[in-house]
């Protein structure tokens, strides 16, 4: 499928047969590779580095030259896009994102400037440089974070355990919390089409905060801005992938929002989630990423245990329920990879 060498990834996702099940994990370039950190040192910080057309695009080919894996998604962050909008923040060692603006009041949402997408202009670059560094290879995955994800991080201003300032201030402003949903679905089409547009092979919306709702939140305010973006991409054969973290609650209405792939966590049985499908979608997932801090013969039997709940039928993508963590040992992650792909041959 469109000159690549191995499309494994895309025909899994269209559930196109396949001779075995691919593999890519979310954050796999890290900081659990040297090779990350000696990159991220030569950029000097998370930010500089992301805005790095060349780092980031060594970043991002770093998992299929020492991982093996079916394909890239590009080195950036969920937040790249909300700079353009008006948004201030930095990275804080140990901390992970703090902005110096969060949005404290309905006011706030109308100061918000429109999106431009000439402000990541690097982020196209970078999909560019990745389909030029690899030569095709695998595919390259682009991506973004869900509306409710990011509203969650512009009013709690840092990442927090139970986002209590963002849902107070969604349950106080409902209408203002979904005029700002709606501003950042608008954004992200065009976010997602200009990632497209720059040879994006497919796009992942990742909703790491969806699962903290209630089911009638989730319906009322997480899925609809989904639901928006998802209809508003121009794409030819590149599927999209939606991924929510915490979603068993209300995984019946995560699947109505009309992407190609479901993307789960580890905490809903990937039978049920293959039941649930019925063949209408394929289904990315959901190796508890714990796993890999355990031996290799567990790491194994795991991911055996998991290709053997989907079976032999096209329409799985292995990744982890969640993503790669800093202090993970490279050797199992390979491992896996390994397992996955050998395991899993039809
Ligand atoms: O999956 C990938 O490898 C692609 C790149 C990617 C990053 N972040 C790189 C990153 C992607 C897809 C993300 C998504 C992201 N970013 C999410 C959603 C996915 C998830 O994990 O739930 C969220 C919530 C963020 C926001 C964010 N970025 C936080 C909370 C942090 C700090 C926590 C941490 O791990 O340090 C980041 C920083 C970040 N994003 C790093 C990387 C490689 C670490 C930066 C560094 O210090 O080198």
């Known amino acids: 499928m469109k000159d690549l060498k191995n499309d494994l990834f895309l025909r899994a996702c269209h559930r196109q047969p396949v001779e075995r099940t691919p593999i890519w994990l979310m954050r796999q370039a890290g900081r659990y590779m040297p090779e990350y950190r000696a990159l991220r040192e030569k950029a000097g910080g998370f930010v500089t580095f992301y805005k790095d057309v060349k780092l980031s695009v060594e970043a991002t080919i770093l998992p299929r030259k020492l991982l093996g894996v079916d394909a890239s998604i590009i080195f950036s962050d969920i937040l790249t896009p909300l700079e353009s909008i008006g948004m201030k923040f930095e990275f804080r060692e140990g901390e992970g994102p703090v902005f110096f603006n969060p949005i404290q009041s309905p006011d706030d949402i109308l100061k918000l400037r429109p999106f431009n997408r000439q402000d990541v202009y690097y982020v196209g670059e970078i999909i560019k440089g990745v389909n030029q560094a690899l030569n095709r290879e695998i595919p390259t995955i682009g991506f973004c974070g869900a509306p409710f994800t990011l509203a969650a991080y512009m009013i709690e201003g840092r990442t927090s355990r139970d986002f209590k300032k963002a849902k107070a201030f969604m349950y106080n402003h409902p209408d203002a919390f979904k005029e700002l949903l709606d ?35 989730y319906r009322e305010f997480a899925l609809p801005p989904i639901k928006k973006i998802i209809k508003g991409l121009k794409r030819d054969y590149q599927p999209i992938i939606h991924f929510t973290k915490g979603v068993a609650g209300f995984f019946d209405d995560m699947i109505t929002s009309g992407a190609d792939v479901y993307g789960v966590d ?5 039978s049920v989630v293959k039941e649930k499908l019925a063949g209408r979608a394929a289904a990315q997932g959901n190796l508890d990423p714990v796993v890999l801090y355990a031996d290799k013969d567990v790491i194994k039997q795991k991911a055996v245990d998991i290709l053997n709940k989907w079976g032999k039928d096209t329409g799985h993508i292995f990744n982890l329920g969640h993503g790669l963590m800093p202090d993970m040992e ?17």
Do not use: C, H, T
């Open 330 to 346: 490279v050797e199992k992650v390979r491992y896996l990879v390994k397992v996955v792909q050998e395991e899993s041959v039809r």
């Open 183 to 217: 501003k950042l679905a608008d954004m992200l089409i065009d976010y997602l089409n200009f990632q497209i547009e720059s040879g994006a092979d497919a796009v992942q919306i990742f909703d790491s905060w969806g699962g903290y709702l209630s089911p009638d939140d």
């Open 266 to 270: 580890w905490m809903i049985d990937l």
